[in-house]
């Protein structure tokens, strides 16, 4: 019989910064050699769960507890030193982790400080570094690493230590969508090769359940909803009634009316079994949906011409040739360094570039940065990067103010655009008060203060629940409707299917392609290619035999638009 390795009872967590607690009557037990998902909405408890469980809390941050926690015998209130000999923690923010100047270093860490002998460290090193396949890099720096691989080299820091539980808080939130499955892949090859207890705090259900997960515990309110298997979790309404975003395949089996609750493998789209009468329910679905709409050609807006950035001597982005249209909505992926960012910040003229871009058919190549942000606003994928005021009216106000536009016109201006962005109410709040989601939406305002045609988003949903990414994207739907272009950085493939006109590919230093979402997402060869992810609808048609699998995604994309906007 498994024995438990993490006990909680009747726990709960108040910070001292609050009045009520964040974690409540918290009861949960997870046993030795599991594999478990933790999933809820923002602000539901589940990273200060976390946090309780490595000694994050109360160590560093304070609060008032009830009940009991164990952590491998250890009590809760136990040092953060002594936890670290049973827990260890992969950070959502890989940079944040390491310490090393090289990756042989990073990797080495935690024997340095134990002393371990040079010859010992050496061959640990090495063990884990080619146990996580980064056994290549391990003179390299590992800033210069990707995404994928600085995830690799963390996992390699922790496991060293062999630690009987791993806990990996958000792994996926800054990878693309390749690298996102591989790291799901590894997780799943060292929990069956060391036997450690893992532990997943995750938003993006569909992509941990590539690999088989023990039990998902859904935690919401600081409580604990659900703690069972992934198939029942599915067949319920649980996710849709807490924010969060089901698997597509699992919504499109429902859209046709299927009870999920009788389909095999529910919980494994390579895995999933359909009967013969639940495949034709699903094709007399499919057909009854129909999206007739068409990319229609509109004004020229901005055109790059053999436009091209190096850094130095090393080349990022060669000959580039491409052209946004008036009110489109476009989407910018690729793997990590494929140089999407860095496309986006030369076409803002924040780094230099050689090449021709043109304005509504104008050469703007010799306009410096000012000069574009009045056509180009720029909104970062972390917030707290954009602000440096402390009120929300200063912070919008900044950019007027700082051309020296008169007060009463900054007034306006700037009272006008918290209203277009829901922000009014808030208008005298400080910034601190703001949850991470208003935040995003006080930069977009300081941006859009500023009348730009054009917004640029890099990650806009990133670190957001399915609940709070729908809000944002449907004010930023809102705001393409009111006139603004809008282009978006993302690895999130359902962003880029509902929430995109045409999608361009970055990979090899070059547009690898410019097509319809639904195009780029059932292309194999480019999906290689581009590190990108094949849609779970993808693999949904082709089970249940539909020939045409981009009018498929197109019909259902198109059907769920039309859903939200009825529930709207």
């Known amino acids: 019989m498994q024995e438990k390795i993490i006990e909680i009872e009747n726990f709960s967590f108040r910070y001292n910064s609050q009045s009520e607690p964040t974690l409540k009557n918290i009861n949960l037990d997870i046993f030795e050699g599991e594999k478990i998902l933790i999933i809820g909405p923002s602000g539901s408890g589940k990273s200060t769960l976390g946090q309780a469980l490595n000694g994050i809390i109360p160590n560093l941050h304070k609060g008032e507890s009830k009940g009991k926690l164990l952590v491998n015998s250890l009590p809760f209130g136990s040092s953060i030193f002594d936890l670290s000999k049973s827990i260890s923690t992969v950070l959502q923010d890989t940079d944040d982790q390491f310490i090393g100047l090289t990756v042989a270093e990073d990797i080495a860490f935690a024997l340095e400080n134990d002393e371990v002998g040079q010859e010992e460290m050496q061959k640990a090193v090495k063990f884990w570094a080619n146990t996580v396949e980064i056994g290549n890099y391990l003179n390299k720096k590992p800033q210069e690493l990707s995404g994928g691989q600085k995830q690799r080299v963390s996992l390699a820091g922790v496991l060293i230590d062999e630690s009987p539980i791993l806990l990996f808080d958000e792994p996926l939130a800054n990878l693309d969508p390749k690298s996102g499955r591989d790291t799901i892949e590894l997780i ?34 600081g409580q604990v909803l659900y703690n069972d298997s992934a198939e029942k979790l599915l067949s319920s309404h649980l996710l849709q009634e807490n924010g969060l975003r089901e698997p597509l395949y699992v919504s499109a089996l429902k859209y046709a009316g299927l009870d999920v609750s009788n389909v ?11 009967t013969e009468d639940q495949k034709k329910q699903l094709l007399t679905w499919s057909n009854e949906i129909k999206n007739t709409s068409q990319l ?43 140089g999407k960012s860095t496309l986006v ?59 020296n536009v008169d007060e009463d016109t900054v007034k306006s201006r ?77 690895h999130d493939m359902h962003q880029m299917m509902e929430y995109s006109d045409r999608t361009l590919v970055l990979g090899n230093k070059t547009l690898l392609a410019d097509k319809l979402p639904a195009d780029v997402l059932t292309n194999e060869e480019l999906i290689k290619e581009a590190h990108l992810k094949k849609t779970s609808l993808f693999s949904l048609a082709q089970n249940v035999g539909i020939k045409d699998e981009e009018a498929f995604i197109a019909n259902f994309i198109k059907y769920e638009q039309e859903r939200r906007d009825i529930n709207e």
């Open 345 to 403: 910040k030369a076409i803002c003229n924040f780094i230099s570039s050689q090449g021709k871009i043109y304005w509504k058919g104008q050469d703007i190549s010799d306009e410096n940065i000012a000069e574009r942000a009045s056509k180009i606003g720029f909104v970062m994928q972390n917030p707290n990067h954009m602000i440096s005021q402390s009120m929300i009216f200063d912070e919008v106000a900044l950019g007027l103010r700082l051309r």
């Open 188 to 221: 799943d090859k060292i929990h069956k090769e060391t036997k450690a207890t893992c532990i997943i705090i995750e938003h993006r259900l569909e992509d941990v359940l590539h690999a088989d997960i023990d039990r998902i515990v859904l935690i919401s309110d």
């Open 296 to 338: 229609t050609k509109k004004d020229e807006l901005l055109r790059l011409t053999d436009f091209s950035v190096s850094y130095g001597n090393d080349s990022i982005l060669e000959n580039i040739n491409l052209t946004v249209d008036s009110g489109q909505r476009v989407s910018i992926v690729g793997q990590n360094g494929a």
């Open 264 to 274: 095999k493998e529910i919980a494994n789209i390579n895995k999933l079994q359909l």
């Open 414 to 490: 700037v009272e006008e655009t918290l209203k277009t962005c829901g922000l009014y109410e808030f208008r005298n709040w400080p910034i601190s008060a703001l949850s991470y989601g208003q935040k995003k939406r006080v930069t977009i305002a300081s941006i859009l203060v500023l009348e730009p045609e054009l917004i640029i988003l890099d990650e806009p949903t990133a670190g957001q629940d399915f609940k709070h990414y729908s809000e944002f994207m449907d004010f930023l739907d809102q705001l393409n409707a009111n006139g603004n272009t809008i282009i978006s950085i993302t």
